[in-house]
């Protein structure tokens, strides 16, 4: 046994070296191609997103990708499409629209130093989504052109076998997807997203049209009197959430980092995602300068865990099709929604009434035996109102909306930013969600995920001592009263962050400390106990000039429920690029206690991908990208990454477990440009 491990070990690192190699010669030879930014890291050097909102990270992902491919004339920039940056709050958006007022055109990015809002975040942030117009001294990017084709292709190919693969998956175990766009000028975009995620079957089985999910829109915008028209698959969010909140979370980092500005978005769902998106059409329209109507019609297929009577006991939006099982639950059910908003904006003042309607083919049942799902959403039809509001100074910005469902349940989310300076903010937020609220589609801010069960009240702090240093940080406390997961009574919880940041010349600093104290059931359920996680980050930047970048990583974590568990990681980054040429090799090592103790950190992936491993036991992992131009039209990029495992034998459990203590994969992708 032990000289076959030795041989897969063996067999294994001989894979990595071979990937390796390939990798390496490959970009060398390409050392003449053109660089790609990265905004993901500079975004994640600047605010840091919560080590476990990993999908508020994809939603971030999944709508600043395409405006960083599409950006904007910042001359020529409209209040909604600078809204549609989550990390601008509404004073900042407001400064910049006033400067561009007064000084229009803008030459140069060194500008936004003059603007006193702008903090070097914003600074460094805004030019991966917007360029400065022709008539400047900085050019259009030279990709953007009247009409353009985007064609990606990606793959994934694992070196290694789970159990899955050899009995139970209904196809092979490579992943791969492809994304087609068409843009003309800046009105008119049309995409197309195919999808196969491992162990799904591809041209086979009900995937006879190739490809197991698919997304494809039409997007039309700035004609007349019509703002946005979407048909196809496409996202909405509405007010603060409450009621519509489709496009984006309103997460706690995210609340402080633009002060609880409203998200009205509409967009086309443009992601291999298979959660949160409508089927159909959608179009914004301006009644008047400061009035405009929004309606949206939706029927869509969803899979469903169903009741032995038929009825529908979960909705799922995992979106795998990998078992006879999942494959079961495909698009067994239907849901037909219909939504409306109509918004006001002037003088300072915004304002906006929404109302969504859902009807299910399938009569939704959970299992409400069970204490924490009894005022769960159950039933065919659904239906939720809301009015949004809030007004802006340059000194205080007042946002909040309050919904109710079809039974007159209550829920209300309400922030006040005040920025005595420009260099303090101070935010204070207020929520209430009645137990016996429910939404389909709403998403917003909450400590547990839901908008239910839950009233909290958040105090959020963004300070600029000195020129070099930031400060930002919040407490949250929450109080449901009702059972939740694993918690059968009424409880609170508190989650407490501080963030600071010294940034100067070559070198970037950042140190954050994370608290969440909860409740949770004791063994015997007959009281709670303390459920706490304490994570600490330090994390060291250095670059020297435009070629090197150095990125040292430490992650601590201490969780306590009844028992201690102790983790820690360190992780070094190296990136290095020269005119067309950018590789970037990660080594960490890390050491836990337990998965209650795992340690959350960052990992870049090819563009287009999203990742936000989580590690623990013992072990290190290492990885190596590179991307690069074969032309102006054709770039293609890759990566390998491996994981040695040193505290087990196997990897994963059930149908993904690997037989061994080790895995390398290898991501490849081409993109084509005209």
């Known amino acids: 046994m032990r000289e076959k491990r030795e041989t897969e070990y063996w067999l294994a690192a001989c894979r990595l070296r071979v990937a390796v190699l390939l990798l390496v010669v490959l970009t060398a030879a390409a050392a003449w191609a053109q660089q790609t930014d990265d905004w993901q890291e500079v975004y994640l050097s600047m605010f840091s997103i919560n080590d476990e909102e990993e999908t508020e990270w994809e939603e971030l992902c999944d709508l600043l990708q395409p405006l960083a ?39 140069s990015w060194m500008e936004l130093k003059m603007i006193p809002s702008f903090d070097w975040a914003q600074q460094r942030l805004l030019p991966y989504f917007a360029y400065i117009s022709e008539d400047s001294q900085e050019a259009a990017p030279t990709a953007y ?38 843009t003309h000028d800046t009105y008119l975009r049309i995409g197309l997203v195919g999808t196969q995620d491992s162990g799904e079957p591809f041209m086979a089985n009900r995937n006879r049209w190739g490809y197991d999910t698919y997304s494809y829109f039409l997007q039309l915008k700035q004609r007349g009197r019509l703002d946005n028209l979407v048909i196809g698959k496409y996202k909405m969010a509405t007010g603060l959430g409450l009621v519509m909140g489709q496009s984006f979370s ?196 909450s400590d547990a995920g839901r908008v239910q069960n839950e009233s909290g009240i958040y105090l959020g702090l963004r300070y600029t ?65 303390a459920n706490n996680t304490h994570r600490g980050r330090l994390t060291i930047t250095y670059t020297p000039n435009d070629t090197w970048t150095a990125k040292t990583l430490l992650n601590v974590s201490h969780y306590f429920c009844q028992k201690a ?37 960052y990992e870049r992936q090819l563009a287009g991908n999203f990742a936000y491993p989580v590690y623990y036991g013992q072990g290190f992992r290492l990885a190596l990208s ?19 495992y040193f505290d087990r034998s196997t990897i994963g459990t059930g149908l993904q477990e690997i037989a061994a203590s080790h895995a390398t994969d290898l991501d490849v992708q081409m993109r084509w440009r005209l």
């Open 69 to 107: 491919e599409h950006p904007m004339d910042l001359n020529q920039a409209t209040r909604e499409e600078l809204q549609q940056l989550p990390f601008l709050s509404e004073q900042q958006v407001s400064d910049l629209l006033e400067y561009l007022e007064e000084a229009r055109p803008m030459r």
């Open 145 to 182: 052109t009247k009409d353009r084709h985007d064609l990606t292709l990606t793959a994934r190919v694992p070196f290694y076998k789970r159990k899955g693969d050899q009995n139970g998956y209904l196809g092979y175990r490579y992943r791969h997807w492809l994304k087609y766009e068409y």
């Open 250 to 445: 309103l997460g706690k980092m995210m609340t402080l980092q633009n002060m609880g500005r409203q998200q009205q978005t509409l967009r086309p769902h443009y992601s291999r995602s298979a959660a949160d998106y409508f089927q159909g059409a959608a179009a914004t329209l301006r009644l008047s300068r400061p009035l405009r109507l929004t309606l949206a019609a939706s029927y869509r297929p969803t899979d469903a865990t169903l009741n032995d009577d038929g009825t529908a006991a979960t909705l799922i939006t995992s979106g795998y099709h990998r078992t006879e099982s999942e494959m079961a639950k495909k698009d067994n059910t239907r849901m037909t929604s219909g939504a409306a908003a109509l918004s006001f904006r002037q003088w300072g003042v915004h304002a906006g009434l929404n109302v969504v309607y859902t009807h299910l083919n399938r009569s939704l049942e959970p299992n409400r035996q069970t204490l924490y799902r009894q005022h769960y959403a159950h039933g065919t039809d659904f239906v939720n109102a809301s009015i949004n509001y809030g007004w802006h100074h340059h000194l205080l910005s007042v946002n909040g909306e309050t919904a109710i469902d079809g039974h007159g349940h209550l829920a209300t989310l309400n922030a006040v930013a005040v920025s005595p300076t420009t260099r303090l903010t101070i935010m204070a937020l207020q929520r209430f969600y009645s137990y016996r609220y429910t939404s389909l589609h709403g998403h917003s801010m």
């Open 465 to 529: 001592p000195w020129r070099h240093w930031s400060l930002q940080g919040y407490v949250d406390y929450a109080y449901h009263p009702w059972a939740r997961y694993l918690v059968s009574q009424s409880s609170h919880s508190w989650d407490l962050l501080l963030q600071a940041t010294y940034q100067r010349q070559h070198w970037t600093v950042e140190g954050r400390y994370r608290g969440r104290l909860r409740q949770r059931d004791n063994e015997d359920k007959t009281m709670l106990t």
């Open 565 to 601: 568990s102790n983790g820690w990681l360190v992780a070094q980054n190296m990136g290095y690029q020269q005119q067309k040429l950018k590789v970037q090799l990660t080594a960490a090592y890390f050491d836990t206690d337990s998965y209650d103790s795992r340690i959350y950190a």
């Open 626 to 644: 590179g991307t690069w131009h074969l032309n102006r039209h054709l770039m293609v990029a890759a990566k390998v990454g491996f994981t040695k």
